[in-house]
């Protein structure tokens, strides 16, 4: 499936390719602070920018960046770098009731304040690096 989107501002709008509908949530330190909360993503194949120019990427680790418009702010992408993924926060897609909460990563780093609901799959931080085949943190 292709969808679109863009941030807040509008500075920056995107068009991606092989959309996974299927949600992750991720609860690990660095989304909550980078979105405020856990970060809903989906998985695309394929992403083409409008605004490149308005995009700052941010390398969060040796295996990965995140982007965001320098405009507004928004949040806009989590990639590896090997293999090549990006994971596009679902608030930025045009039709977000395409999407369903398929999993939680990084569970057991979530706080005590909030629960999904649902019986979906929970991968803790050494479950989740070692299905993307990361390295371990020392």
């Known amino acids: 499936m292709s969808a679109t989107g863009q941030c807040l501002c509008g500075a920056v709008k995107f068009t991606a390719e092989d959309v996974d509908p299927h949600v992750h949530a991720c609860h690990c330190s660095m989304c909550r602070n980078w979105t405020g909360g856990p970060m809903q993503a989906a ?44 994971m596009m926060p679902t608030g930025l897609f ?21 629960s999904f609901a649902g019986d979906h799959p929970r991968m803790t931080a050494a479950e989740f690096m070692a299905s993307i085949g990361a390295p371990e943190a020392d």
């Open 43 to 86: 998985q695309v194949g394929k992403v083409a920018f409008s605004g490149e120019a308005f995009i700052k990427r941010y390398a969060s680790s040796e295996w990965a960046e995140r982007g965001f418009c320098t405009q507004c702010g928004t949040s806009l992408f989590y990639r590896l770098k090997e293999p090549e993924m990006y």
């Open 94 to 114: 045009e039709d977000e009731e395409q999407f369903e909460l398929a999993g939680e990563i990084f569970i057991d780093e979530k706080p005590g304040g909030y």
